[in-house]
């Protein structure tokens, strides 16, 4: 409301030419049509990338309801199941993602002050810290296979029998394991996707002070994903603690 | 003076081709891709029920075998909430109109807006293919562990339609919000925007925070039947409740999702044929907001007979009650808006007037079951189905029809034939009571609802039911008839045939493509009709 | 139209706080604290959080209308626990002898 207001007095005191006149000056090609100014535009798409976070947090928040309803009903499950995975696999990876995090503010910061050499190294950074967790992730993965230990594909519930949790609550820990991380994975690959568009039209020269927008946009994507992986570090790994 | 809608460019003719519509960027244009799929997904959900209602003149059955008839109230109900009313308005009214009442020249993100109807197209694929190949069993509601673990159908092919199409919903929320909060025209502060326009906000509002919970739990509901283990199987200690919880999170909201662009529509109809302002915007703008918000609290009324929690049952009762208190705050309001008004009944005022009593009547209706002890007798009956009918479609698709003709000299420049369009209200109003008044007595009386066969003394009112539905079907038709024949033979519209205020209604009819030469000023109050013989209020 | 340009030592320390925290919260987990643990790895879980949101997400720097969505995602994430769990937790409450509960018991062999 203050902004229309604003705009109005602007467009009525100041004398400024008609839209058809005022519609080419002091804009880019990166403006577009539909919007009055860059400032709008800007605003428009980080708002945007906020609302589509705020859907992946319900998104994922269904998963994280459900967990937290079973860990309370089956904890010496869930405590056998989570002694199960491997710590420090997910401490190096939580350490990666934060990395990760590290370089794309990096390159959030040199998409603003123009730095374009620094911003593709940046995203380069990122891509690599990204792959890294993914071979981490895939190294757990391969070795639960190994072990018995992937629900409904390949399962053998001798194998992970835990005097004192209830007959089915390991099984059902792990489900929550692989369909969390594997979840969390999918949103990895996919934006690792986004880096790769994001690096090529940085290489491109697309980006500078004046207009960084979509940088900075798949910043909030692949901090949020790292957001993520940081509740699930402690809630799959750390149940139950490692005293035992 | 104008020059005639053929020798001046609009968007219907800025270009040719299936081209230009299928990459089209046009906000009007989306709009009209979405009337044109969300029909044609309303008339198979309608063939599903026709087929059911000839099916239930008689006691053991008069059409198909129990099985099917399981699979066609399942399509029904699957293919009218996630393919019909839940984006009805806001795909169609909602996209064409938003950018023009709030003066901008189109959504914030137009290309997603194209994406989100791609979406919808591969999402409805995924259902029909379904349909087509078998069909699914499980209700709308594919509660397990029935859908996970004992179904024979097509549960995945349809959980993955449904799944792909909330997506669609997801964007086109997004886009509401972003264009609502950054592309407002100069002068155009929130309490003068037209009450559509929160309406839509509070649906988007919605659309946001509950689609992503039905998509989890239906890639999860996925899943477990892909893999023989989740964690809804009660075998390694998953609970079936939870099930529901997760889908009710959602499914819930998503009723509000169906009845909150209605209730914009109907503000908008009742102004515009009461030639006054609307009684107690602020009122009406925050009921809104209230209903958006508290339809996220009231979820466990849906599951009071299936095991849960009585201490949770009686606070999701509670909270049930208070969200009905800013419908009703709006009921108070539309009716104060007529009182003293400049009253004209063509048809889309007869779709308003018909909504505000009929969703009144679903809404009262509403109270029975959202009382605990009231609920346990009435669950499970046909006066739950009776319930929901009255208000979405006594409300929510009275409500799109009144907005489609309402609108319709806007979108197409051509006038309907008004004496047929309200020939056609009429016989909607008597079938659609005829069909779903005695499904109220049904319940009442005890028949369970999703049964194939039923004893023999409830037969008079399903045949009344039955007839009813067959007059319901020939009202739907007509519109269908005489809409298509305007967009040809109609007269030419003026740029506002009702003489209603908003500044979609200060373009041309149809609009050119960037809706305004000029983004316009605004000094205004919403609803600034001449206070003729109106007394202030 | 630049937006806030945060500084690459702020990025850094935060970096490092993250890690400090991370090694933090691994170790804590061989220490036996009973209930506590759960409390401190989710205190420091939302620290963390909190850092990367305010920081290298911009937010506060951000508008308060970010922020709102912000916290109504949150808050809605909490409204799907609270009563859910309001339901779960409570079922065994009315002292039905055949009242609900975990569907499963610990005395059961594979």
């Not at chain 2, 046009?26 to 309303?42: G, Q």
């Not at chain 2, 009218?80 to 938003?98: C, K, Q, R, Y």
């Not at chain 2, 302002?277 to 996220?296: E, Q």
């Not at chain 2, 298509?484 to 209603?500: E, F």
Request: aromatic content about 16%.
């Amino acid at each position: 409301m203050r902004k229309g207001a604003r705009r109005m007095s602007e467009t009525v005191s100041s004398g400024l030419p008609a839209h058809a006149e005022r519609h080419h000056v002091g804009h880019g090609p990166e403006l577009r049509h539909h919007f009055e100014e860059a400032e709008q535009q800007h605003e428009a798409s980080t708002l945007g990338m906020w609302v589509f976070l705020a859907t992946e947090i319900l998104f994922f928040g269904g998963l994280f309801t459900a967990y937290t309803i079973y860990r309370s009903f089956y904890l010496p499950g869930f405590e056998a199941g989570s002694r199960l995975l491997d710590v420090k696999a997910g401490a190096a990876n939580t350490a990666v993602l934060i990395g990760s995090s590290f370089t794309m503010a990096s390159a959030v910061h040199a998409a603003q002050t123009g730095k374009r050499k620094l911003l593709v190294t940046c995203l380069i950074l990122t891509m690599i810290l990204g792959c890294v967790f993914l071979g981490i992730k895939y190294t757990e993965y391969a070795e639960h296979w190994h072990e018995f230990q992937v629900p409904g594909l390949h399962w053998d519930s001798a194998a992970t029998f835990f005097k004192n949790a209830p007959n089915g609550s390991v099984e059902l820990f792990f489900c929550f394991y692989f369909f969390m991380t594997g979840l969390h994975a999918v949103h990895m690959i996919i934006g690792l996707g986004i880096m790769t568009v994001m690096l090529i039209l940085s290489w491109r020269g697309r980006f500078a002070e004046k207009y960084f927008s979509p940088i900075e946009i798949s910043g909030l994507y692949w901090h949020f994903v790292d957001i993520i992986w940081i509740f699930l570090f402690p809630l799959l790994y750390l149940i139950g603690g490692r005293y035992q | 003076m104008e020059a005639p809608p053929t020798s001046r460019v609009n968007y219907l003719n800025a270009s040719y081709g299936v081209k230009s519509w299928l990459f089209t960027t046009d906000h009007k244009r989306i709009a009209l891709l979405y009337l044109a799929s969300i029909t044609v997904m309303f008339f198979v959900g309608g063939i599903a029920a026709t087929l059911m209602r000839f099916h239930l003149v008689q006691p053991e059955g008069a059409l198909v075998q129990p099985d099917t008839y399981n699979k066609l109230f399942t399509i029904h109900g699957v293919v009218m909430v996630f393919f019909f009313l839940v984006p009805s308005i806001p795909a169609t009214l909602g996209n064409f109109l938003v950018p023009m009442m709030i003066g901008a020249r189109d959504l914030a993100f137009p290309r997603i807006n194209l994406l989100s109807w791609y979406i919808y197209i591969v999402g409805a694929g995924f259902t029909l293919y379904a349909i087509m190949t078998g069909g699914v069993d499980t209700g709308w509601t594919f509660y397990t562990p029935f859908s996970s673990n004992y179904a024979h159908t097509q549960v995945i092919a349809t959980a993955l339609g449904v799944f792909i199409t909330g997506f669609s919903s997801i964007l086109t929320g997004l886009n509401f919000i972003v264009t609502i909060h950054k592309m407002r025209a100069p002068g155009l502060t929130w309490f003068r925007l037209p009450l559509f326009i929160w309406s839509m906000y509070a649906t988007s509002v919605i659309f946001i925070l509950g689609t992503p919970v039905i998509a989890i739990t239906l890639f999860l509901l996925g899943l477990e039947r892909l893999l023989h283990v989740g964690i809804f199987d009660p075998a390694i200690g998953g609970d079936p409740l939870l099930f529901q919880h997760l889908f009710w999170f959602y499914s819930h909201p998503a009723v509000y999702i169906m009845i909150l662009p209605g209730m914009g529509v109907i503000s908008e109809l009742i102004t515009a044929f009461s030639k006054k302002k609307i009684f107690g915007y602020t009122f009406v703008a925050f009921s809104s907001m209230a209903i958006a918000v508290l339809s996220f609290l009231v979820w466990g009324h849906h599951m009071f007979v299936t095991g849960q929690s009585v201490y949770a049952g009686l606070i999701f009762s509670v909270l049930s009650f208070m969200v009905a208190i800013p419908s009703a705050i709006k009921v108070f309001n539309w009716t104060a808006t007529l009182y003293k008004g400049s009253i004209s009944y063509q048809a889309p005022m007869l779709y308003a007037l018909g909504f505000i009593g009929l969703f009144t009547m679903g809404g009262l209706t509403g109270l029975f079951l959202a009382s605990l002890a009231t609920d346990v007798h009435l669950n499970g009956t046909y006066f739950i189905v009776a319930h929901f009918h009255y208000i979405m479609v006594g409300g929510a698709v009275m409500a799109y029809l009144g907005g489609i003709h309402f609108w319709w000299p806007k979108i197409t420049g051509k006038l309907y034939p008004d004496g047929w369009a309200r020939l056609a209200a009429a016989i909607i109003f008597v079938g659609f009571n005829l069909t779903f008044f005695p499904q109220f007595v049904l319940g009442y009386l005890g028949m369970p609802r999703r049964y194939a066969v039923y004893p023999p003394e409830f037969q008079v009112l399903n045949v009344m039911s039955s007839a009813g539905a067959s007059i319901l079907a020939v009202g739907y038709l007509i519109p269908l008839i005489y809409l298509t024949w305007s967009i040809r033979y109609g007269p030419a519209a003026s740029a506002n045939p009702w003489g209603a205020k908003g500044l979609e209604w200060e373009t041309p009819s149809p609009p050119p493509t960037e809706n305004f030469e000029e983004i316009p000023i605004v000094t205004e109050e919403a609803y600034a009709y001449a206070e003729g013989r109106t007394a202030h209020v | 139209m630049t937006g806030h340009v945060v500084s690459m030592r702020l990025y850094l320390m935060i970096f490092i706080a993250l890690l400090a925290l991370t090694a933090l919260t691994t170790a804590v987990a061989y220490v036996d604290l009973g209930e506590m643990n759960t409390v401190v790895a989710l205190l420091i879980a939302v620290i963390k959080m909190s850092l990367v949101v305010l920081f290298f997400m911009h937010v506060k720097y951000s508008s308060g209308l970010i922020r709102v969505v912000v916290l109504a995602g949150f808050f809605w994430l909490a409204i799907m626990l609270t009563f859910t769990l309001a339901d779960e937790l409570t079922r065994g409450w009315t002292g039905n002898p055949h009242g609900w509960g975990p569907a499963i018991s610990s005395s059961q062999k594979p």
